[in-house]
Antibody
Framework: QVQLVQSGSELKKPGASVKVSCKASGYTFTSYAMNWVRQAPGQGLEWMGW????????TYAQGFTGRFVFSLDTSVSTAYLQISSLKAEDTAVYYC?????????WGRGTLVTVSS | SSELTQDPAVSVALGQTVRITCQGD??????ASWYQQKPGQAPVLVIY???NRPSGIPDRFSGSSSGNTASLTITGAQAEDEADYYC??????????FGGGTKLTVL
């Protein structure tokens, strides 16, 4: 079954870090780029950037540089999003999305809540 | 701010036709793709390219484009089509961008 399975919800304190995983199955992981998309509560979709699953080279959208890191473990067909120095405004659902030329496969999303 | 502009909300009577639009200069160079998102769910691709539907998307969904405007048309809207709809394309730098989304209400 072709799918992206994301890790579960996280509750973190401000200043902490979080690592979200996105495990692909049912297709060749390195045949598609992996994108990350944020959706803050009640807000729209915001593209965070993407990672080349062949080279591991990440590209970050404006506003997602510095504290955000995309990485891969191709041996287990998994992409990761790490966010450091968490702030309350990082509270959101984070989606991974497979891209051929379009986002044709999405994970279910991971809710990250940042609260003291 | 998004470089793709969508109306925040649109409504349609059950069984009628509705057009959801997306405006942006980059749409003169790139096709838009369209995503449907229901509450608590991940987005789902409904239209891509010139006017293509992924497997499983009903044929009442269609896409078109003219100049700087892309449109998603639902012909014979059903209650289950009530959702948020997002357009996606590239910005002036070639990076991905989403429109602000349109909340569709089926009356």
């Amino acid at each position: 079954q072709v799918q992206l399975v994301q890790s579960g919800s996280e509750l973190k304190k401000p200043g902490a870090s979080v690592k979200v995983s996105c495990k692909a199955s049912g297709y060749t992981f390195t045949s598609y780029a992996m994108n990350w998309v944020r959706q803050a509560p009640g807000q729209g979709l915001e593209w965070m950037g993407w990672i080349n699953t062949n080279t591991g080279n990440p590209t970050y959208a404006q506003g997602f540089t510095g504290r955000f890191v995309f990485s891969l473990d191709t041996s287990v067909s998994t992409a990761y999003l790490q966010i450091s120095s968490l702030k309350a405004e990082d509270t959101a659902v984070y989606y991974c999305a497979r891209e051929g030329r379009y986002f044709d496969l999405w994970g279910r999303g991971t809710l990250v809540t940042v609260s003291s | 701010s998004s470089e793709l502009t969508q109306d925040p909300a649109v409504s349609v009577a059950l069984g009628q036709t509705v057009r959801i639009t997306c405006q942006g200069d980059s749409l003169r160079s790139y096709y838009a793709s369209w995503y449907q998102q229901k509450p608590g769910q991940a987005p789902v691709l409904v239209i891509y390219g010139k006017n293509n539907r992924p497997s499983g998307i009903p044929d009442r969904f269609s896409g078109s484009s003219s100049g700087n405007t892309a449109s998603l048309t639902i012909t014979g809207a059903q209650a289950e089509d009530e959702a948020d709809y997002y357009c996606n394309s590239r910005d002036s730098s070639g990076n991905q961008v989403f429109g602000g989304g349109t909340k569709l209400t089926v009356l």
